[in-house]
T-cell receptor, first 114, second 117 residues
């Protein structure tokens, strides 16, 4: 069974530029999560989808961050414009359902904002 | 206030020593889930265990064991006879039911375990 796929693995941009990350969850998994992990800290949930609907986005900085999961499968997280403090690893995870909330994580995208 | 506190930032041990990673959580819910995940240097978090709030039975899986105590809001993780391959950052996480009916996860800051040969 294929795991959670994320791309790109690394991205370097300058502040005020825009960037997008892509995630393909495990096949059949209804719930998808995006996390921000700053160096030395635990993952912070940005947004949680159930199929193509948003379950929670209370910690998503909506003035610059957006995410979508249009067909209920893969998802895109965008930052526009990026700030220096957005430098982090962006992790995507999926779980079979909301109730079966064991999460399977991708390898992440490491973003550096210069 | 932190919902999940992992007070130990870094632990360094020598191979074959036993080591316990502490996790203290805070919630007002009666139904919730607790997790431990491992993040090796490759970066991909790996699920280790899940416990629901009604199951206080301790669990042993090979060299790993978990001690869940609701009375002290703790969910500690012990590695027996540690090995170099156990070197990683370990995260404790809490999932609480939101007003919208979904479980929202919160992670601790992690404990970095270094096992020396």
């Amino acid at each position: 069974e294929a795991g959670v796929a994320q791309s790109p693995r690394y991205k370097i941009i300058e502040k005020r530029q825009s960037v997008a990350f892509w995630c393909n969850p495990i096949s059949g998994h209804a719930t998808l999560y995006w996390y921000q992990q700053i160096l030395g800290q635990g993952p912070k949930l940005l947004i949680q989808f159930q199929n193509n609907g948003v379950v929670d986005d209370s910690q998503l900085p909506k003035d610059r961050f957006s995410a979508e999961r249009l067909k209920g499968v893969d998802s895109t997280l965008k930052i526009q414009p990026a700030k220096l403090e957005d430098s982090a690893v962006y992790l995507c995870a999926s779980s079979a359902t909301l109730a079966k909330n064991i999460q399977y994580f991708g390898a992440g995208t490491r973003l550096s904002v210069l | 206030a932190q919902k999940v506190t992992q007070a130990q930032t870094e632990i360094s041990v020598v191979e074959k020593e036993d080591v316990t990673l502490d996790c203290v959580y805070e919630t007002r819910d009666t139904t919730y889930y607790l997790f431990w995940y491992k993040q090796p240097p490759s970066g991909e978090l790996v699920f280790l265990i899940r416990r629901n709030s009604f199951d206080e039975q301790n669990e042993i899986s090979g060299r790993y064991s978990w001690n869940f105590q609701k009375s002290t809001s703790s969910f500690n993780f012990t590695i027996t006879a540690s090995q170099v391959v156990d070197s990683a950052v370990y995260f404790c996480a809490l999932s609480e039911l939101s007003s919208g009916g979904s479980y929202i996860p919160t992670f601790g800051r992690g404990t970095s375990l270094i096992v020396h040969p």
